[in-house]
């Protein structure tokens, strides 16, 4: 009866305890990092995560990299301990759900040491760890991997046996306690390793926070170690009593990812003012908005009259402080429309999308009359709420663009069409840009001009395909101003003369003041690619409307009328050729440069050639900091040999920011700025603002 009862309680506890085996999910646990300055962790889409942290779960695809530290983690449920060494990239592939299956892991570079559980009869734990040159197979055992690039791809072993095969040769063999094998080595061969060098191996790799005693089924080495033994690890403290804390109110959930602030010093028109701004965002439905909400001042920041007034402006008045209703209204609805920094919908590839406030990098078509355009390049000295929507259909694509929807002066748009939709994506489309007032901040306003671009534009994709694409374009562009006034010997309305002057014998030289551009982009593999000809006839510009061109435009107006009774100016021809290339590593690196070579009938045109740079590092290399720099300037040669690079022409944007904590940073910001004096000189200088940015 005795035995009888045996046998039925193994029968009931065998299938019970397999069963919970089998319904626990396998995980890995990041159970220690020295530094979490030195340790990043990247999902299995490459993106980095912010946050880690002691016991966090690890899924298949992680991928983790320690800099000057090691890492631990332990595998759940079976116990088995994976110690990294610094400088190691280690990748999980997957996790071991059942005998058929197997824990899988790859180790780009660095050190490892695994203590592999083994569970005994009932349960068979499979481990397969892949390098650049070799795979080790295993089954409880305690060895470690070593792989220097293009120098070492090795194994040795602790205690147990693996299985160590060169990918190179297909060559296998079986390495016990105290081998050592060399996948790269000109033998591919078992080596013992003397007492001293296991020694020195050991006492490397061995565990700071996890213990090999509580692995299942381990044994220690049974060579000697050098007097190294794994310590056990202590009993815990029992833990201090502790009130439990107050939960956090809802106000305060909702602040902590909606409200951002920062204090620090900005220079606006020479001067440098303190800053305190409170930056909440939110959304309603799929629209996301953010405000922006500063207090720029002197010296005292409650007192409202020691506020910066741009052109004399309070914007936190709404209308208190004018004459009449209609005066009032305007300036409550002005000061309104100031505090939106973005209102933003899906992006420009979906089917509707609208972005409003700042606006920057917006191109019409190729960008043969707008091409990276920006409303906020002397922000927050300049601040307007711009607007950049549009609509996409399988065939049509209709954009717009305004730079100030309180005083819109400049807007663009563009309508492209493809006949056979995305079957072959042959495209056209038709552009236009005008600029309203370029001469409004002019003293002689310049006969008051308006500028009308117009554009076509084509492309034909050549080769199409995720790793490989070219596509070939070509564009056509003009521009024709009207003067409401008389400037000169130049007579009020349109210049038609300026596109077309029939009195020029030749047909060809009767074309004046456009460009044309052709040329191919693409891809190959990560990089970007853009090369293209540009043919420019009389004072038209390749990319007319560009990040710098809020600045440029009263000079372009003032030098067009200087320009515009010389018909010998319309004739001249500038030429040039334009290079870009960009690449981007998710969550590591951004970088996109490009030049314009530009000559003309005398040579080489210093005034006309074109430097554009971006670059972003989101998080440099176990430091807790960040960079980005952004240039655009026209007559990049010109700005070095005359020491003007980072005149009125030039876009400069740079900053580095330093994370204290996840909702605390300290950012130092370079720009550029633009003065102005009475006789409209222009003069160009550098500010460094320096600011403490905090998200509750």
Not at 539 to 562: H, I, K, S, V, W
Request: proline share 5%; hydrophobic share 40%; with cysteine.
């Amino acid at each position: 009866m005795k035995n009888l009862l045996y046998i039925v309680s193994i029968m009931i506890l065998v299938p019970l305890f397999l069963f919970s085996q089998e319904t626990l999910e396998p995980t890995a646990v990041l159970e220690y990092f020295g530094d979490e300055y030195e340790v990043q962790v990247y999902d299995i889409d490459g993106n980095r995560i912010a946050e880690i942290f002691f016991g966090m779960d690890l899924m298949p695809g992680d991928r983790i990299k320690t800099g000057q530290t090691g890492a631990e983690i332990r595998l759940d449920p079976n116990g088995s301990i994976i110690r990294l060494s610094h400088n190691t990239e280690f990748v999980i592939e997957r996790l071991q759900k059942d005998e058929q299956s197997a824990n899988e892991f790859t180790l780009f570079g660095g050190k490892l040491r695994a203590v592999a559980a083994k569970l005994g009869f009932f349960k068979r734990n499979n481990y397969s760890i892949q390098t650049p040159s070799a795979v080790a197979g295993v089954r409880g055992t305690d060895f470690g991997l070593e792989v220097i690039p293009a120098a070492s791809d090795s194994a040795f072993v602790f205690e147990g046996v693996i299985e160590y095969t060169s990918l190179t040769s297909g060559q296998s063999l079986s390495l016990g306690a105290g081998q050592f094998a060399d996948a790269l080595a000109p033998a591919f061969e078992a080596v013992s390793l003397s007492t001293e060098r296991f020694a020195d191996l050991y006492r490397e790799l061995q565990f700071e926070a996890l213990s090999p005693v509580d692995v299942p089924g381990y044994r220690p080495p049974a060579i000697d170690t050098g007097a190294v033994t794994e310590p056990a690890l202590p009993e815990p403290e029992p833990a201090p009593a502790v009130s439990e804390p107050a939960e956090e109110s809802a106000l305060m959930r909702y602040l902590s990812g909606h409200l951002g602030m920062e204090i620090g010093t900005v220079t606006l028109d020479g001067f440098t003012f303190s800053k305190f701004i409170l930056q909440p965002n939110f959304s309603v439905g799929d629209f996301n908005v953010g405000l922006y909400l500063p207090v720029i001042y002197n010296t005292n920041l409650f007192d409202p009259e020691d506020w910066y007034k741009p052109d004399d402006n309070y914007e936190w008045s709404f209308g208190t402080d004018q004459d009449n209703t209609a005066d009032a209204a305007r300036d409550a609805l002005r000061d309104l429309v100031l505090k939106i920094r973005y209102i933003e919908y899906g992006d420009n590839r979906d089917a509707f999308f609208l972005k409003a406030g700042k606006i920057n990098n917006v191109t019409l078509g190729h960008g043969i009359i707008m091409n990276r355009f920006a409303n906020d390049t002397d922000f927050p000295a300049l601040r307007m709420v711009g607007l950049n929507t549009g609509f996409n259909t399988d065939k049509w694509t209709i954009e717009s663009v305004f730079n100030d929807l309180a005083e819109p002066e400049i807007m663009g748009g563009r309508i492209g069409y493809r006949p056979l939709g995305q079957i072959i994506p042959l495209g056209f489309g038709i552009s236009s840009m005008v600029d309203t007032a370029p001469a409004a901040d002019l003293d002689d306003k310049a006969g008051d001009p308006l500028f009308l671009n117009m554009a076509l534009d084509s492309e034909f994709p050549l080769v199409e395909d995720e790793s490989f694409s070219i596509v070939g374009f070509a564009d056509f562009g003009t521009m024709m101003p009207y003067y409401r006034e008389d400037y000169g010997s130049i007579e009020a309305g349109w210049q038609s003369d300026f596109i077309y002057d029939d009195s020029e014998d030749n047909i060809l030289n009767r074309l004046n003041n456009y460009g044309l551009a052709s040329g191919i982009f693409g891809n190959i593999s990560l990089l970007n690619y853009r090369l293209e000809y540009q043919y420019n006839k009389g004072l038209f510009t390749n990319g007319f409307c560009g990040p710098t061109y809020e600045r440029l435009r009263g000079q372009r107006a003032r030098d067009l009328g200087q320009y515009l009774p010389f018909s010998s100016s319309l004739q001249e021809i500038t030429r040039g050729i334009y290079g870009e290339a960009g690449f981007e590593l998710e969550n590591l690196l951004m970088l996109e440069a490009g030049y314009r070579w530009a000559w003309d009938d005398e040579g080489f045109n210093d005034t006309a050639d074109l430097f554009h740079l971006m670059a972003s590092v989101p998080q440099i290399p176990f430091i807790p900091l960040s960079a980005s720099l952004g240039i655009d300037t026209i007559g990049f040669v010109d700005g070095v040999r005359s020491n003007s690079l980072f005149d009125e022409r030039t876009a400069l944007f740079g900053e580095l920011v330093y994370s204290f904590a996840p909702n605390l940073k300290l950012a130092a910001v370079l720009t550029n700025f633009v003065t102005e004096d009475e006789a409209g000189n222009k003069e160009a200088d550098f500010a460094v603002s320096i600011e403490t940015r905090v998200s509750f």
